[in-house]
């Protein structure tokens, strides 16, 4: 499973691979509860989640009670962002509630730590082009 953290004042993002013992500290949670990041190498720092996907690629919808997949008929939002004004399509989405089919969180830091969050995660390097 794969933990993705923003920070929203610097526009990056962390993603922090969490091992089998970790999975269970978000099953039963649901997007906008609050966690400590000190499980998850961050120190100090309080994550509030806000979605994610299962192991098919299926998007969290927090307007969409339990854990359930469902067929919605979407407008916007996660899930679907329409090409024109006005255009909806049925789409498949997941709950709101984290089981251990989600191959992916994503959270955001509600509140920061004392040390900066580049040097508490080690960012994966990038391939050099040729």
Known sequence: MKLVVSDK????????EVSDDKKSLFIGRKIGDKLPGDDFGLFGYTLQLTGGSD?????????????????????GGAGFHP?????????MVRGSYYTADNAQVNAIIFEY??????????????????
């Open 9 to 16: 004042k610097t526009g990056k993002s962390y993603p922090i």
């Open 55 to 75: 192991i098919s690629g299926i998007p969290m919808r927090p307007d969409l009670a339990g854990s359930r997949k469902a067929k919605l008929l979407l407008s």
């Open 83 to 91: 090409a024109r004004k006005g255009a909806r399509r049925k789409k």
């Open 113 to 130: 730590g004392k040390q900066a969050p580049d040097e508490l995660v080690k960012l994966p390097e990038k391939a050099e082009k040729k």
